[in-house]
Every structure is written in C-alpha cells, then in structure tokens.
C-alpha cells in the first residue's frame, strides 16, 4: 500500500525542558497519550507507546471500575475529563486508596 506510514504504536516524544522524562512515564501529546519507553533526556526526543495495557499513578480518590473511561492530568489518571487528556480504558478495578490502575491506553 502506497500511503502506509507506521504501524501507530508508538509516537514521538520531544522533550522540551530540561528535566529527564523516566521510562514508564505518561505524556500528553495534544489528545493522545504516550508512554516513555526509555529515559529521554532534556532537550532530546524519544520513543512513547500509545497503545497497550500499562499500569499508570491514578488519583487515589477515584474508586474505578473495570472498563471505566479514563483521563490524565498531573501526571495522574483519573475519572473527570475536566481540562484532561482521554487516556484509555481501565483494565482492571482500582479501589479508592490504590496508587496505580492498569489502562489500555488511547481506547
């Protein structure tokens, strides 16, 4: 096929700021939610995943059911899409008072 690109599952990082982005860690680019493979250092770019099952920090508040619609803002995952980045699917239930869920990401 002559207009094929890539297999979209993973995206570009660029990272603007000095500060290393850690592997593992979420990052909003404009709607679409990546994760960083690998530590990308400031002012460097770097490989994201955006599609899978990742365990992500989410807002201990939330009591989240399996197969909730998720949203990410400060650098947690979280029920209200208010200001948020769509960030997936929750995989598992996560109780009010856990620190982490498992999201399919971009769903």
């Known amino acids: 096929m002559k207009n094929?690109?890539?297999?979209?599952n993973t995206i570009t990082i660029t990272n603007a700021g000095s500060t290393v982005i850690l592997s593992g860690t979420p990052v909003?680019?404009?709607?679409?939610?990546?994760?960083?493979?690998?530590?990308?250092?400031?002012?460097?770019?770097?490989?994201?995943?955006?599609?899978?099952?990742?365990?992500?920090?989410?807002?201990?508040s939330d009591n989240i059911p399996q197969g909730k619609t998720l949203y990410f803002k400060a650098g947690q995952v979280q029920l209200d899409p208010t200001s948020a980045t769509h960030a997936g699917k929750a995989w598992e239930a996560a109780a009010a008072n856990s620190t982490s869920v498992a999201v399919n990401l971009n769903v």
């Not at 960083?36 to 995943?49: F, L």
């Open 28 to 60: 909003a680019i404009g709607d679409v939610l990546a994760v960083a493979v690998a530590d990308i250092p400031g002012t460097s770019s770097g490989a994201g995943i955006t599609t899978g099952v990742v365990t992500l920090p989410k807002l201990a």
């Open 4 to 8: 094929y690109v890539e297999d979209g």
